[in-house]
């Protein structure tokens, strides 16, 4: 009996496994991006940033091309002094357009030890160097 | 005897890599296909941060547009083409987007279907500056594309694969048959 049981066991540890796997796996959206450089070291969580969300307000081109943000994850260094300044994420989020860089929990909503890169679902999986 | 046993055994191993198998798709069906899942269950997202609640979910946001089968699940080329979003080409003004109608076929495609390169949605939303010169070159066939440079995140797969779809749609991209 009890080595009926072990072997049931045995059989459902796959499945316990791959569950465990999918729940564990970022379910975040393609292209959901984690900023991460300088956050954590400056006691704040990382940046989620949203490529969904903005995409459906301004053209690839804004951040892109006029205000300079590169087309690779962290490859642009964005401190807060910049974006106070109104550079970067700084152009939008001034009390104009979008909400002021006082609203520290609005973008600071990672989770602790993400590391900066794209960490949208499961066909954002393609190049580890993003 | 010992044959019977077998099979039994053989029976229940495959059924229960049969289950396996089913369940893991389904958590990973639930897990990414799922339309889109609150912020709070994304696995980036802290749910302790006091934020949080006051963002949009990517439901209530995408969840009127078209739709598509990979990445965001939004078809955006026809959601901006059906205006169900206007996105800004610019910070502020009335500033006039550069759009290109100009459609490239690449051939060299080691026997795949020739791949359809469109200006017009491109330009639709990047500036011609965002892929010439450094990316592409301006002139075609004289930057080497492959597939592997792709996959590394080269040339096309800056964008697609990360914020474009995907690069698991082939066809969308290699689209016209190959003469001859």
């Known amino acids: ?130 | 005897m010992w044959f019977a046993m077998d099979i039994k055994k053989t029976r229940r191993v495959s059924k229960s890599v049969g289950i396996a198998l089913l369940t893991g798709m389904f958590g990973v069906q639930l897990a990414h296909a799922g339309k889109w899942l609150p912020l709070n269950k994304d696995g980036l997202h802290d749910r302790r941060s006091p934020g949080l609640e006051l963002l949009q979910s990517p439901q209530d946001a995408l969840g009127s547009l078209p739709t598509d089968t990979a990445g965001n699940k939004v078809n955006w080329s026809r959601a901006m083409d059906e205006r169900l979003i206007k996105p800004r080409g610019a910070l502020a003004g009335d500033k006039k987007v550069q759009i290109l109608d100009l459609n490239i076929v690449m051939t060299d495609t080691a026997g795949h279907p020739n791949v359809l390169f469109p200006h017009k949605v491109h330009t639709q939303w990047l500036d011609c500056a965002n892929c010439h010169e450094s990316l592409f070159k301006s002139k075609t066939g004289a930057t080497p594309v492959t597939m592997g440079s792709i996959l590394r995140g080269e040339h096309c797969g800056v964008c697609h694969g990360a914020v474009a779809f995907p690069l698991t749609e082939c066809r969308r991209c290699h689209l016209l048959p190959q003469e001859g």
């Open chain 1, 1 to 130: 009996m009890q080595d009926t049981n072990h072997r049931t066991i045995l059989r459902l540890l796959p499945v316990v496994v791959l569950l465990l796997v999918a729940s564990a796996a970022v379910r975040a959206e393609f292209g959901d991006i984690v900023l991460n450089n300088v956050s954590e070291q400056e006691g704040m969580r990382p940046v989620i940033f949203q490529h969904w969300f903005h995409r459906i307000r301004f053209q690839c081109r804004v951040c892109h091309n006029e205000l300079k943000f590169e087309m690779r994850v962290g490859a642009t260094q964005v401190t807060m002094d910049q974006i106070s300044q109104g550079r970067f994420c700084g152009a939008c989020h001034n009390g104009e357009i979008a909400w002021t860089v006082e609203n520290c929990d609005l973008c600071h909503t990672g989770k602790p030890g993400l590391t900066t890169r794209i960490q949208g679902g499961h066909q954002t999986k393609g190049p580890g160097i993003w």
